[in-house]
């Protein structure tokens, strides 16, 4: 079934406990990092969206229980001339998680289809040439034991307009707003033309759209890291391996020949 972004834009408060579940969640997110630390597996979570559509605050409490040694966050903006001086995917490749690591992209790849697309930072041979070079890209990443959690946030005009007010208006969250979000804010229906091709040609099998309703931040908060919780389980093995027996050995040295680990 296509995507439609109109389709998520109920703004549906949470019901239920907020901090319960959140607090749920978190210790789920947890233990999928540990997973993919003792079991050397990689991971990459990706993120889009409209500005102002709650990418951040999702993020923020998607690693706050995270080993930071083992998950980066790559905030992703305009490309240096040393990146448009080479593929459009160079920049990423060289972000993508190692062994028992988590990537976390708060925005993508996917800019050559969205923003360079609608302001004209790449030809339209080039944007529509990208389709299918993401599509590959992602599939190898897959088919190299990476998969990738695509998410996408909307959120209405309504919605947007509401938040940057709030940001502009004070004065330790004005930062986040600059230029560039009523640069595109102008040219919504450009943006949403771009959005559903997007959807249209990469909604794939092996690395399928993922769309929240980020119009209430809580209900939009529970629903994202529940379906990332979801997905890295189905990735990676949630059964912890038997400790080492060398391990066992040392500790029934240290702590007496009783002393048994699950």
């Given amino acids: 079934m296509a995507i439609d972004l ?14 319960k579940a959140l607090e749920s969640v978190q210790e789920r997110l947890a233990r999928v990092q540990v997973a993919h630390i003792i079991h050397g597996r990689r991971s990459v979570v990706m993120f889009e969206g409209w500005d102002a559509a709650g990418k951040g605050g999702i993020i923020q409490r998607l690693t706050a229980k995270w080993d930071p040694r083992h998950f980066e966050v790559w905030p992703i903006s305009a490309p240096t001339e040393e990146e448009k001086a080479r593929h459009f995917l160079w920049r990423f490749w060289k972000r993508l998680p190692g062994q028992s690591e988590i990537g976390v992209f708060d925005r993508s790849w996917y800019g050559r289809v969205l923003v360079e697309r609608v302001e004209n930072f790449a030809t339209e041979k080039q944007w529509r040439r990208a389709y299918d070079e993401i599509n590959e890209f992602e599939a190898q990443q897959k088919e190299d034991g990476t998969p990738i959690i695509k998410l996408f946030l909307h959120i209405t005009q309504e919605t947007q307009d509401e938040r940057l007010k709030e940001r502009l208006a004070h004065p330790w969250k004005r930062w986040k707003t600059g230029r560039e979000d009523f640069r595109n804010r102008s040219r919504r229906p450009e943006y949403l033309t771009a959005m559903h091709e997007m959807f249209e040609h990469t909604d794939t099998r092996w690395a399928p759209w993922h769309v929240i309703d980020g119009n209430n931040k809580k209900a939009a908060r529970i629903a994202a890291l529940n379906l990332i919780a979801e997905k890295l389980e189905k990735a990676v093995p949630m059964k912890p391996p038997p400790p080492p027996p060398e391990l066992v050995a040392i500790a029934r040295t240290a702590f007496g020949v009783d002393f048994e680990m699950e």
């Fill in 6 to 19: 109109s389709d998520y834009e109920k703004g549906e408060k949470f019901d239920g406990d907020y901090d």
